[in-house]
Nanobody, 125 residues
């Protein structure tokens, strides 16, 4: 499957952005999806994940209450709504697909594949 993240941009402290991750393939809806981010000089970190059904979500502590992950399986798309953005949210954001179908969500990057091309989010103070 190929994934394409989009929606990044340059915003001010406190602004909002919505990222989209468009996938392809007939079985998109059977995979949990994850969002990760990588700031310059840092490792790739978990941001959020959503189960294949959309009923279960998980968030990193740093974004809990500010970010919301959702999916529209009819459109093969996963979203990351980011509110109250902070300068420390600046990073390249990636979406990825869980390695296996119909398994629980995970925070471990090693449990994901099909990393899409990232989208840059820059938050200025």
């Amino acid at each position: 499957v190929q994934l394409q993240a989009s929606g990044g941009g340059s915003v001010q402290d406190g602004d909002s952005l919505r990222l989209s991750c468009a996938g392809s393939g007939r079985t998109f809806s059977r995979y949990a999806m994850g969002w990760f981010r990588q700031a310059p000089g840092k490792e790739r970190d978990f941001v959020a994940a959503i189960s294949w059904s959309g009923f279960t979500t998980d968030y990193a502590d740093s974004v809990e209450g500010r970010f919301n992950v959702s999916r529209d399986n009819a459109k093969d798309t996963v979203y990351l709504q980011m509110n109250s953005l902070k300068p420390e949210d600046t990073a390249v954001y990636y979406c990825a697909r869980r390695l296996l179908k119909l398994v629980p969500i995970s925070r471990n990057p090693g449990d994901f594949d099909s990393w899409g091309q990232g989208t840059l989010v820059t938050v200025s103070s």
